[in-house]
C-alpha cells in the first residue's frame, strides 16, 4: 500500500535526505519520497505495524505529522536531522 502523509517542521533538502534515508532502513518500507513544498512525505508499506513504525520514526527525528503535538523537543530533533541530512549528502 501507498500513503501520503503531512508532516510538521520539514524546512530543506537536509530534512528530506534524513527522512528518505532513515524510513528506508526500517522493515517493509520503501519508495520514500519527500515534497518540502507540501510538507508531504509518501512510502510503500505493506501491513499497519509497519505503517505505524514508520509515523513513530518521523515523529523521533523531530517530524511529527500533522495531528501530532509539535513540542519544542521535537522542533530541536528536526534541526539535528536537517543538519545530518545536509552532511551527509
Not at 62 to 76: C, E, H, L
Given at each position: 500500500m501507498q500513503t501520503t502523509i503531512q508532516i510538521q517542521?520539514?524546512?530543506?533538502?537536509?530534512?528530506?535526505?534524513?527522512?528518505?534515508?532513515?524510513?528506508?532502513?526500517?522493515?517493509?518500507?520503501?519508495?520514500?519520497v519527500v515534497n518540502n513544498e507540501s510538507d508531504e512525505v509518501s512510502f510503500d508499506y505493506h501491513t499497519a505495524t509497519q505503517f505505524e513504525l514508520a509515523?513513530?520514526?518521523?515523529?523521533?527525528?523531530?517530524?511529527?505529522?500533522?495531528?501530532?503535538?509539535?513540542?519544542?523537543?521535537?522542533?530541536?530533533?528536526?534541526f539535528v536531522s536537517c543538519a545530518v541530512g545536509r552532511i551527509t549528502k
Amino acid at each position: 500500500m501507498q500513503t501520503t502523509i503531512q508532516i510538521q517542521n520539514l524546512k530543506c533538502h537536509g530534512c528530506a535526505n534524513t527522512i528518505v534515508t532513515k524510513l528506508s532502513k526500517l522493515n517493509g518500507i520503501s519508495e520514500v519520497v519527500v515534497n518540502n513544498e507540501s510538507d508531504e512525505v509518501s512510502f510503500d508499506y505493506h501491513t499497519a505495524t509497519q505503517f505505524e513504525l514508520a509515523k513513530k520514526k518521523l515523529s523521533e527525528l523531530g517530524y511529527p505529522i500533522t495531528d501530532q503535538v509539535n513540542s519544542f523537543s521535537k522542533k530541536a530533533k528536526s534541526f539535528v536531522s536537517c543538519a545530518v541530512g545536509r552532511i551527509t549528502k
